[in-house]
Structures are given as structure tokens and as C-alpha cells.
């Protein structure tokens, strides 16, 4: 007998079998159910993503609108140029990364290798320029300057330039018709970056890759509008990469066009005229600093007095808008940031703050007949005016005697001004106000004139001026009390006394504080765009007008027309009457007053002229010229950074762009052939069905137009010829800038007198 079972096996054995049949089991069915779970229940869904990886998408990029002035002359457009670019995906799949690639590239197009391979190097914190600031994954643009013969080695060699392309594209063009250069107002683009991408993803106008996008002026403002929708075609390809099929195409949709009010002729005689007044100042001498003043900057504004749009605006320091297309150079980019380039990228227009001086004191007249003063009373206008043993001069010591407040704007008296502010700073009860709320006559008017906010204007990163009220004061004393008090003496350097008067009492309203700013003096900040919407308003009647640059909105195809109405904001917080006195007070500054020497022959009787001068000092530099005027149809506004008085530095220009727009000779004749616009322009350009409009050619010769503005301050260089928008064509190569080198595109405080 034995215990041994007949099939031979030990039961320990026929254990270990059971248990290896179980695990067996149990992995086929696990294997078995994740297969139906793959293929069944989630098979549709793979089989989608596995067709997706199977589609290329072909991005056309969308013709961007162009920018017209008034007439329809285009102000930015686009032309085709030989667009040579690199895929930096395709680029850093090669072992060298693409050098190899990129150094034969350079070759051809005549650049070093270096700076190639920094067109295509990304932008971050460390990076210096050039690189590329937009989507690695879309084509980055090596040059749009290519010539054919250059494009056609690329194409017909692919296969030693893998990743490059070479193909006609659309590329942006400021062509400054007539040497309008328009820089600060149209703006530039730079292409898209990822993180703009996924911010508009879901929005109603999401950025494609190869999107570019407006960064400042007219361009960022209307970016939308402009930017059109690129198409998108879908193309069914095998592994590889063979087209199969044509899966669904998106066509592009052009971008709608912007007309403007700007009226490229104007905008030219404002721009010319401002850069001779400021090289003018320059030879001027400074007897309070023994130089030559140094007119560092300016601006001008022309507006249409009646709806407040801008016929021309300009800003000096200033630059060429080209210089971004296809990548900015790092010379460039140095040149218009860095700090000794006074900032040309700045619209001072809208971004320039200085102390308005006299100009200001149309705000301080409405004010002291707020509080209750007479228009025509008597006012001593005295050489000098005494607070607290601290004297406040007039200007060159003048005095007048007792004249009424329309008189005192003729010959800017400033004494006038001092004694109803200090009357009213007493009335509110002196440093320590009385209990209640004080009127602040002096303050509250200059709110109601629009000032110490933005005015609206359809142009970014306007700045909002300054109104140093009560407000103000304390929370400007909370944030540099500190500072005050361990830099003030009490009898120390001008700086320090008035850092330790700061640090004493910097948050409550002093008599030279209210003395300084009744004639626009101290930490009050002012726009020229501000000012120009005051004084228009007072030609108007009172209707203070949003500025805005666009006009209207017209498709591509010229079928759909959106107007963009003038709007108001406000009213002037002064009656009719006193309107009316005003009006006739600046009028008598043009003839009798202060502004009288440079309107001398001026046909006043046919286009009566008012005017205001203005003189501001700054501590720290030499004074700034301000000069602001207005017909019936417009007002225009000029100030110059340390430039001088304000009919001195400011005043000649500004009657030669009047000079120009009525046509009016030295002598005071009115030719009105050389008028340029008399009146402002009502109508819009015509779009016709193919996108075409038609407009008047302006001459591009700089010797004619200057030369015919020093004759007789007119540009007549209207020929009357037809321009088509969308068809531009390119310019000369050899007079064209050539841009090799190029890489990606990407409040001072009022003077202070010594206060008591």
C-alpha cells in the first residue's frame, strides 16, 4: 500500500498549479476587459483623436485694414513683400538645433550668422534684443526684404533649408503721405504672444498664432476692427504627411478699414511746424539760466472745435512707425527706449503733463465768478502781491492798475489772480479750514472743466493730469511724509526748507499753494489734449467733446459704414454771458494782449482769432511754452518743453498752421485755392465694392512742402490724383532703409514756489 495518488503529483505541487492557472486567468481578464474598455466603450473617442492626428491646419493670415485720413488718403496700409521665415519646431528637431541650417540661411541673404540666430532666440527677462517675443510655434520672419532671386535659391534648394520658407506675404506700411509721419497716433503691431492667445481664446475675436496685434495708438485701439479673421484650411494627411483629402476651410475675412479725421496735409504743416519751433527755441538765449533753452519736447493739437475730432496731432520727439515692421533692430530699439532717447514712443499729446502757467487762468476766471466776483469789476493789477513776507511778482514786474477780469486775460496779469485766490482761501478759513465743507471755488472749477481725469479720447494710456485739491494734498502727504521729514531743514537749501514745510504741514492747503495754482502754477499737471477740449468748448459755446480720431468704420468691402458720432461729456460751468465775455477777452488777446504781436495783419474781422498765452516754471529746468487758441471751426494747442514764454516759442508756429488751413498770406490776404481746410471735412471716403477708394494724392517731395510752407505757410501739394488703398505699391528698394539686423517687435511734479 502507499499514499502516493496515482497521477504522481504531491498535493503541494498540484497547489502551486491551481494557484499559477488562477493568475493566468486573471491576466487574460484583465487584458480582455481593458481591450473592450479601448476598443468598445471608449473606441469612438480615440478614433476621433486618432483622425485629428491625421489633420494639418494651413493658416491664412487676414489682410489688415488700413488707416485713412479724412479724405481717404491711406495713413498705414500693407504692400506685398518676399517674406523669408524659420519654423523654430522644425529648428530644434536637428542635432545642431538648426545652426547648420541657419548659417547657410544667412549666406544667402547677406546677414551674419549671428544675427540670424538672434531673429529666432525667444525674448525673456534675460534675453537682450533682438529675439522673438511671439508663439514659438508660428513662422518667425527673418526678413520681409528678400529679393526674388534670393527666394528662389531657398525654394529650389528645400531640401538644404528645411524649416525655412520663402513666399510672398502682406506686411504692414506707414507710408506717410506728403511726410505726414503720424508715428505716435497710428502706432505698430508685434505678433501675438501665447499668453494673449489664451486670454481671448473665448472671446468673440480669439488671436490665431500668426496673428499680429497692435501695441499702441490707433492700431491697439482699433485692433479688432482691423485685425480681420484669418482663414483656416484642414487638410486630411497620411503618416507621411501626404495630402489625402481637404477636410473643411475657413476663407479669411479681410479687415475692416478706419477712416480718421486727421487730415494728412494738416498733420504734416503741425508735425513741420512744431520741429522748426522747437530748432528755432533752441538758438533762443535764456537769461535766467545764461544757455540757449533746450526745447527738449512738444506737441500740437488741431481739433475741430464743433465735435472735437483731432485733425492732426503731433508729438516731438518723434520716430518712424516702419522701423517695427518685419522686427526692430537692436539699434533701433535702443534708440526709441533707451534713456537718452527722450522717450519718442510717447504721445505728448496725450501722455505729456506739465504745468499750464497762464492758459489756465480761463479756469480761474470762471472760478472767481463762481464765488461771486464781477466779470467787469475793477481788479488791482499790481506789480506784485506780498503774503507772509513771501512776494509773488507779476510777470517782468508789469502793472495796470484797477482792470476788470476780461482785461486781466489780455495782458495775463497774475496778480489779479493771486488776490481773488488768496481772498478765497481766507473765506475758507485759511490753513485750518472753517467746520462744513470749504467752497474751494478755485479747485472745483477746474473738475468742472474736465481736468484732473482722462477726456476719452479713442487713443490708449492717456493720462488724467493732476488737480491738487484738498484730496489730493493729504493723500500725497501720506505717501511722502516720511521722506520730507528726514530730508527737510528748516534752514537749509531751497529743497530742504520746502521738505520741511512739507513734512510740517504737506497735507493742508497753504496760501501760496492756492496763490501758485489760481495761474496754473505749482503741482497742477495739464494735457495739451485737455487744453485743447477747454478751449474748444469755449469756442462752441460751452460743450466740452470727447476727442476721438476714428470716424467711422467701413467694411472691406465698403457695404457696411458704422459713423463714430462726436460725444459730450460736459458742459463748461460758466453761463452765457460769461462765456460771451470770455470769448471777447481772448479775441483781445489776438489783437491788443499778450498774443497780439503774433497776429499782426490777421483778417480778424473775417476769421476772428482768440487766443491765451501761457508760461510755466518748473523748478529744476527752463520754462515751458504753452500757447492755445481757437476759431470758429478749430482750436489749436502747442506746448514746448523748456522752450521759453509761450508766444515766443509757440506762437509763430501756431499762426502758420492757422495761416495754412484758411489760406491766409503774411499780409492778411485769404487765398483760398491754398487754403487747406477752411472748414472741416463732413464727408467720408467712398469704398467701392472691390475695395478700392479713391483719394487725392498727396506729393511725397519734403523741399516742395517745406518750401512752400515757408513761403506762405501752406502745403498745396493736393494734386487731385487717384490712389487705390488696397493696392499699394512698393517702394523704391534703393530708397528704401534696408533692415537686416532687426529682431522681435515687442509725472513729474509742478513747480513749487516757496509756499506760506
Same mark, same amino acid.
Given at each position: 500500500?502507499?499514499?502516493?495518488?496515482?497521477?504522481?503529483?504531491?498535493?503541494?505541487?498540484?497547489?502551486?498549479?491551481?494557484?499559477?492557472?488562477?493568475?493566468?486567468?486573471?491576466?487574460?481578464?484583465?487584458?480582455?476587459?481593458?481591450?473592450?474598455?479601448?476598443?468598445?466603450?471608449?473606441?469612438?473617442?480615440?478614433?476621433?483623436?486618432?483622425?485629428?492626428?491625421?489633420?494639418?491646419?494651413?493658416?491664412?493670415?487676414?489682410?489688415?485694414?488700413?488707416?485713412?485720413?479724412?479724405?481717404?488718403?491711406?495713413?498705414?496700409?500693407?504692400?506685398?513683400?518676399?517674406?523669408?521665415?524659420?519654423?523654430?519646431?522644425?529648428?530644434?528637431?536637428?542635432?545642431?538645433?538648426?545652426?547648420?541650417?541657419?548659417?547657410?540661411? @544667412?549666406?544667402?541673404?547677406?546677414?551674419?550668422?549671428?544675427?540670424?540666430?538672434?531673429?529666432?532666440?525667444?525674448?525673456?527677462?534675460?534675453?537682450?534684443?533682438?529675439?522673438?517675443?511671439?508663439?514659438?510655434?508660428?513662422?518667425?520672419?527673418?526678413?520681409?526684404?528678400?529679393?526674388?532671386?534670393?527666394?528662389? +535659391?531657398?525654394?529650389?534648394?528645400?531640401?538644404?533649408?528645411?524649416?525655412?520658407?520663402?513666399?510672398?506675404?502682406?506686411?504692414?506700411?506707414?507710408?506717410?503721405?506728403?511726410?505726414?509721419?503720424? @508715428?505716435?497716433?497710428?502706432?505698430?503691431?508685434?505678433?501675438?504672444?501665447?499668453?494673449?492667445?489664451?486670454?481671448?481664446?473665448?472671446?468673440?475675436?480669439?488671436?490665431?498664432?500668426?496673428?499680429?496685434?497692435?501695441?499702441? *495708438?490707433?492700431?491697439?485701439?482699433?485692433?479688432?476692427?482691423?485685425?480681420?479673421?484669418?482663414?483656416?484650411?484642414?487638410?486630411?494627411?497620411?503618416?507621411?504627411?501626404?495630402?489625402?483629402?481637404?477636410?473643411?476651410?475657413?476663407?479669411? +475675412?479681410?479687415?475692416?478699414?478706419?477712416?480718421?479725421?486727421?487730415?494728412?496735409?494738416?498733420?504734416?504743416?503741425?508735425?513741420?511746424?512744431?520741429?522748426?519751433?522747437?530748432?528755432?527755441?533752441?538758438?533762443?538765449?535764456?537769461?535766467?539760466?545764461?544757455?540757449?533753452?533746450?526745447?527738449?519736447?512738444? &506737441?500740437?493739437?488741431?481739433?475741430?472745435?464743433?465735435?472735437?475730432?483731432?485733425?492732426?496731432?503731433?508729438?516731438?520727439?518723434?520716430?518712424?512707425?516702419?522701423?517695427?515692421?518685419?522686427?526692430?533692430?537692436?539699434?533701433?530699439?535702443?534708440?526709441?527706449?533707451?534713456?537718452?532717447?527722450?522717450?519718442?514712443?510717447?504721445?505728448?499729446?496725450?501722455?505729456?503733463?506739465?504745468?499750464?502757467? /497762464?492758459?489756465?487762468?480761463?479756469?480761474?476766471?470762471?472760478?472767481?465768478?463762481?464765488?461771486?466776483?464781477?466779470?467787469?469789476?475793477?481788479?488791482?493789477?499790481?506789480?506784485?502781491?506780498?503774503?507772509?513776507?513771501?512776494? $509773488?511778482?507779476? $510777470?517782468?514786474?508789469?502793472?495796470?492798475?484797477?482792470?476788470?477780469?476780461?482785461?486781466?486775460?489780455?495782458?495775463?496779469?497774475?496778480?489779479?489772480?493771486?488776490?481773488?485766490?488768496?481772498?478765497?482761501?481766507?473765506?475758507?478759513?485759511?490753513?485750518?479750514?472753517?467746520?462744513?465743507?470749504?467752497?474751494?471755488?478755485?479747485?472745483?472749477?477746474?473738475?468742472?472743466?474736465?481736468?484732473?481725469?482722462?477726456?476719452?479720447?479713442?487713443?490708449?494710456?492717456?493720462?488724467?493730469?493732476?488737480?491738487?485739491?484738498?484730496?489730493?494734498?493729504?493723500?500725497?502727504?501720506?505717501?511722502?511724509?516720511? &521722506?520730507?521729514?528726514?530730508?527737510?531743514?528748516?534752514?537749509?537749501?531751497?529743497?530742504?526748507?520746502?521738505?520741511?514745510?512739507?513734512?510740517?504741514?504737506?497735507?493742508?492747503?497753504?496760501?501760496?499753494?492756492?496763490?501758485? !495754482?489760481?495761474?496754473?502754477?505749482?503741482?497742477?499737471?495739464?494735457?495739451?489734449?485737455?487744453?485743447?477740449?477747454?478751449?474748444? &468748448?469755449?469756442?462752441?459755446?460751452?460743450?466740452?467733446?470727447?476727442?476721438?480720431?476714428?470716424?467711422?468704420?467701413?467694411?472691406?468691402?465698403?457695404?457696411?459704414?458704422?459713423?463714430?458720432?462726436?460725444?459730450?461729456?460736459?458742459?463748461?460751468?460758466? /453761463?452765457?454771458?460769461?462765456?460771451?465775455?470770455?470769448?471777447?477777452?481772448?479775441?483781445?488777446?489776438?489783437?491788443?494782449?499778450?498774443?497780439?504781436?503774433?497776429?499782426?495783419?490777421?483778417?480778424?474781422?473775417?476769421?476772428?482769432?482768440?487766443?491765451?498765452?501761457?508760461?510755466?516754471?518748473?523748478?529744476?529746468?527752463?520754462?515751458?511754452?504753452? $500757447?492755445?487758441? !481757437?476759431?470758429?471751426?478749430?482750436?489749436?494747442?502747442?506746448?514746448?518743453?523748456?522752450?521759453?514764454?509761450?508766444?515766443?516759442?509757440?506762437?509763430?508756429?501756431?499762426?502758420?498752421?492757422?495761416?495754412?488751413?484758411?489760406?491766409?498770406?503774411?499780409?492778411?490776404?485769404?487765398?483760398?485755392?491754398?487754403?487747406?481746410?477752411?472748414?472741416?471735412?463732413?464727408?467720408?471716403?467712398?469704398?467701392?465694392?472691390?475695395?478700392?477708394?479713391?483719394?487725392?494724392?498727396?506729393?511725397?517731395?519734403?523741399?516742395?512742402?517745406?518750401?512752400?510752407?515757408?513761403?506762405?505757410?501752406?502745403?498745396?501739394?493736393?494734386?487731385?490724383?487717384?490712389?487705390?488703398?488696397?493696392?499699394?505699391?512698393?517702394?523704391?528698394?534703393?530708397?528704401?532703409?534696408?533692415?537686416?539686423?532687426? *529682431?522681435?517687435?515687442?509725472?513729474?511734479?509742478?513747480?513749487?514756489?516757496?509756499?506760506?
Amino acid at each position: 500500500m502507499t499514499n502516493i495518488p496515482e497521477t504522481g503529483r504531491s498535493p503541494r505541487v498540484q497547489i502551486r498549479l491551481v494557484v499559477i492557472q488562477v493568475l493566468v486567468l486573471s491576466l487574460l481578464g484583465t487584458l480582455g476587459g481593458r481591450l473592450w474598455y479601448l476598443q468598445i466603450r471608449e473606441g469612438d473617442e480615440y478614433a476621433k483623436e486618432a483622425s485629428g492626428n491625421h489633420v494639418q491646419q494651413v493658416v491664412q493670415p487676414a489682410v489688415r485694414g488700413s488707416i485713412l485720413d479724412a479724405r481717404g488718403v491711406p495713413i498705414a496700409d500693407n504692400e506685398t513683400r518676399l517674406v523669408v521665415s524659420a519654423s523654430r519646431t522644425d529648428l530644434m528637431k536637428m542635432q545642431d538645433d538648426g545652426k547648420a541650417v541657419l548659417t547657410k540661411l @544667412a549666406g544667402v541673404l547677406g546677414m551674419t550668422p549671428k544675427e540670424v540666430m538672434e531673429k529666432v532666440r525667444l525674448c525673456d527677462a534675460k534675453t537682450p534684443q533682438p529675439c522673438w517675443n511671439g508663439s514659438p510655434y508660428q513662422p518667425i520672419p527673418i526678413t520681409d526684404e528678400a529679393t526674388p532671386k534670393q527666394a528662389l +535659391q531657398i525654394r529650389e534648394r528645400a531640401e538644404d533649408f528645411p524649416g525655412i520658407t520663402a513666399e510672398p506675404q502682406a506686411v504692414r506700411r506707414y507710408p506717410s503721405p506728403g511726410k505726414a509721419n503720424t @508715428a505716435q497716433v497710428l502706432g505698430y503691431l508685434s505678433p501675438v504672444t501665447d499668453q494673449e492667445i489664451q486670454q481671448a481664446k473665448d472671446t468673440d475675436s480669439p488671436y490665431l498664432r500668426s496673428d499680429q496685434v497692435g501695441r499702441s *495708438g490707433l492700431e491697439r485701439q482699433y485692433d479688432k476692427e482691423l485685425r480681420g479673421k484669418a482663414g483656416v484650411t484642414r487638410y486630411e494627411v497620411d503618416n507621411l504627411g501626404r495630402v489625402i483629402g481637404q477636410a473643411e476651410a475657413d476663407p479669411a +475675412q479681410p479687415g475692416s478699414n478706419l477712416v480718421t479725421s486727421i487730415d494728412a496735409r494738416v498733420q504734416r504743416v503741425a508735425e513741420y511746424e512744431l520741429n522748426e519751433a522747437m530748432k528755432e527755441a533752441r538758438k533762443q538765449h535764456d537769461r535766467n539760466t545764461g544757455t540757449n533753452y533746450k526745447a527738449d519736447a512738444g &506737441a500740437v493739437v488741431v481739433m475741430e472745435a464743433k465735435t472735437g475730432r483731432i485733425v492732426a496731432m503731433a508729438s516731438n520727439p518723434t520716430y518712424d512707425p516702419n522701423a517695427w515692421v518685419g522686427g526692430i533692430s537692436a539699434k533701433d530699439y535702443k534708440r526709441l527706449t533707451g534713456k537718452s532717447s527722450n522717450y519718442p514712443l510717447l504721445n505728448r499729446a496725450i501722455q505729456g503733463q506739465a504745468a499750464p502757467g /497762464s492758459i489756465f487762468k480761463v479756469v480761474s476766471s470762471a472760478a472767481a465768478v463762481q464765488a461771486g466776483y464781477e466779470w467787469n469789476g475793477g481788479y488791482d493789477c499790481s506789480s506784485a502781491y506780498s503774503v507772509g513776507g513771501q512776494v $509773488f511778482k507779476n $510777470f517782468e514786474s508789469q502793472s495796470h492798475g484797477a482792470i476788470s477780469l476780461g482785461r486781466a486775460l489780455e495782458v495775463s496779469c497774475d496778480t489779479v489772480y493771486y488776490r481773488l485766490a488768496h481772498n478765497e482761501w481766507k473765506k475758507d478759513g485759511g490753513i485750518n479750514p472753517k467746520k462744513g465743507q470749504p467752497k474751494d471755488y478755485f479747485y472745483k472749477a477746474a473738475h468742472q472743466f474736465g481736468l484732473g481725469k482722462e477726456t476719452g479720447i479713442d487713443l490708449p494710456n492717456e493720462v488724467s493730469g493732476r488737480v491738487p485739491d484738498r484730496e489730493w494734498k493729504q493723500k500725497y502727504w501720506e505717501a511722502n511724509k516720511d &521722506a520730507w521729514c528726514k530730508t527737510g531743514k528748516k534752514d537749509g537749501s531751497y529743497v530742504e526748507r520746502i521738505s520741511y514745510e512739507n513734512c510740517l504741514e504737506g497735507n493742508k492747503m497753504r496760501a501760496g499753494d492756492e496763490i501758485n !495754482y489760481s495761474i496754473g502754477q505749482g503741482d497742477t499737471l495739464v494735457t495739451p489734449i485737455q487744453m485743447a477740449t477747454i478751449y474748444a &468748448a469755449i469756442s462752441n459755446g460751452g460743450t466740452l467733446y470727447t476727442p476721438t480720431v476714428g470716424k467711422a468704420i467701413v467694411s472691406a468691402d465698403g457695404r457696411q459704414v458704422s459713423e463714430i458720432e462726436p460725444k459730450s461729456h460736459g458742459r463748461l460751468p460758466i /453761463s452765457k454771458a460769461t462765456r460771451d465775455e470770455m470769448d471777447q477777452a481772448l479775441a483781445g488777446v489776438a489783437t491788443r494782449g499778450t498774443a497780439a504781436w503774433r497776429f499782426g495783419g490777421w483778417p480778424q474781422n473775417q476769421i476772428p482769432m482768440h487766443a491765451k498765452t501761457g508760461t510755466a516754471e518748473v523748478y529744476g529746468k527752463q520754462t515751458t511754452s504753452w $500757447f492755445a487758441t !481757437y476759431t470758429k471751426d478749430y482750436a489749436v494747442v502747442m506746448t514746448i518743453s523748456q522752450g521759453g514764454t509761450g508766444s515766443g516759442a509757440s506762437g509763430p508756429a501756431v499762426r502758420k498752421i492757422y495761416n495754412a488751413l484758411y489760406g491766409v498770406s503774411e499780409d492778411g490776404a485769404i487765398d483760398k485755392k491754398r487754403a487747406l481746410l477752411p472748414e472741416p471735412e463732413k464727408s467720408l471716403p467712398k469704398v467701392k465694392a472691390d475695395g478700392t477708394i479713391t483719394a487725392p494724392k498727396i506729393s511725397k517731395d519734403p523741399a516742395k512742402d517745406q518750401q512752400a510752407t515757408k513761403k506762405d505757410k501752406n502745403a498745396p501739394d493736393d494734386q487731385q490724383q487717384p490712389a487705390t488703398v488696397t493696392s499699394p505699391s512698393p517702394e523704391n528698394r534703393d530708397t528704401r532703409r534696408r533692415r537686416r539686423g532687426k *529682431g522681435c517687435r515687442n509725472g513729474r511734479r509742478g513747480s513749487r514756489r516757496m509756499l506760506t
